[in-house]
């Protein structure tokens, strides 16, 4: 598969960052088993030559001189939210799908009505 896509769960359930390869491609970083993947809609050949390149620039490094040690150049841009998970154990995605649940809307219908003010 050339463009993988990931869904909100998927997202959620398998990865806990946003990332950057090198600064230039685009993934998501899982921090407890280091899983690294190109995001949605991003090649997954982009991830997988920028690795490559990396790859050689280090082994042409080491070949030159032994002391220098390299790290993995991944730029975490920010933490990803996890799955809110209901009372009686559902999942939600996040608040705007919540939101658009009929007895939730209806919910804050009443709770406006109430206050004195019309629908959200």
């Known amino acids: 598969m050339i463009f993988r896509r990931f869904s909100p769960e998927e997202l959620r359930r398998d990865f806990t960052h946003y990332a950057r390869f090198a600064g230039i491609v685009p993934c998501y970083f899982h921090e407890d088993d280091f899983t690294l993947v190109s995001a949605n809609w991003v090649p997954e050949f982009a991830l997988t030559f920028a690795v490559w390149l990396f790859g050689f620039v280090i082994t042409t490094r080491d070949l030159v001189s032994d002391e220098y040690d390299c790290e993995w150049p991944i730029e975490l841009r920010g933490k990803i939210p996890p799955i809110w998970v209901g009372p009686e154990g559902e ?4 608040a705007a799908a919540l939101l658009r ?13 109430h206050l004195g003010g019309g629908s959200p």
């Not at 999942?91 to 996040?94: E, H, L, P």
């Not at 649940?101 to 009505?113: A, G, L, Q, S, Y």
């Open 101 to 113: 649940e009929p007895e939730v809307r209806k919910t804050i219908e009443d709770f406006n009505k």
């Open 91 to 94: 999942t939600r995605a996040s």
